[in-house]
């Protein structure tokens, strides 16, 4: 048996929120008080971005690409936002990941593109789909009591497929993102600006 596999080894939790700037309190908070709980079972890392933490002895703001494969490589459970790279990497390496996605309504991010790819995933049964604090708690005490439950396996062809579809579905996303943003920032122009207060031109 494996030393990832074996029950009773610690459990090995990566959290990854990603780049995005907007913070992630939620689910960094939601992780924080879970792990205060559960201290001796889990050996929890999170890796928070631009999220301030306290409380998370093994926390780091970012890991490169190799290094994000080394954690995900020993991790038992990945626990992550939404977006389509850190699920396919999580699912590459065989995860089930569990899926926090970023609320726009809180301030996680500039639109809803991760909740409405997250669940469609989820619907599929390709991710653990988890909206609320009460769903994440209950997926993590499945996780702990049967690690395997949140394991996958994928032959090489169905991997490489499902690498091409989800990096397209990236691409597309991050690109109407970015046209999203050019357009919020983009300084409204009217016809009569220039004129003086009284000489808005007649229609």
Not at 46 to 53: A, E, K, L
Not at 83 to 90: D, F, K, R, S, V
Not at 174 to 181: F, T
Request: contains cysteine.
């Amino acid at each position: 048996m494996s030393e990832r596999s074996d029950p009773d080894c610690p459990v090995r939790l990566l959290a990854a929120v990603g780049t995005d700037k907007h913070p992630f309190d939620r689910l960094v908070d939601w992780l924080r008080d879970w792990h205060a709980e559960v201290p001796a079972e889990v050996v929890l890392t999170v890796q928070h971005g631009y999220t301030p933490v306290a409380g998370l002895p093994d926390a780091v703001p970012f890991l490169g690409h190799a290094e994000l494969q080394a954690a995900m490589a020993r991790a038992d459970l990945v626990v992550c936002h939404g977006g389509p790279a850190t699920i396919l990497e999580a699912r590459r390496h065989g995860h089930l990941p569990i899926v926090v996605p970023r609320d726009p309504t809180r301030g996680e991010h500039v639109d809803d593109h991760q909740q409405l790819f997250a669940r469609r995933l989820g619907a599929a049964g390709l991710v653990a789909l988890c909206e609320s604090r009460r769903d994440l708690l209950d997926t993590l005490a499945a996780g702990l009591t049967d690690r395997s439950r949140f394991t996958v396996t994928m032959d090489a062809e169905a991997a490489d497929g499902q690498r091409a579809a989800v990096r397209r579905v990236g691409v597309i996303v991050e690109e109407l993102v970015a046209v999203a943003e050019q357009r919020r920032h983009r300084p409204r122009w009217w016809p009569w600006r220039g004129l003086g207060p009284n000489e808005r031109p007649h229609r």
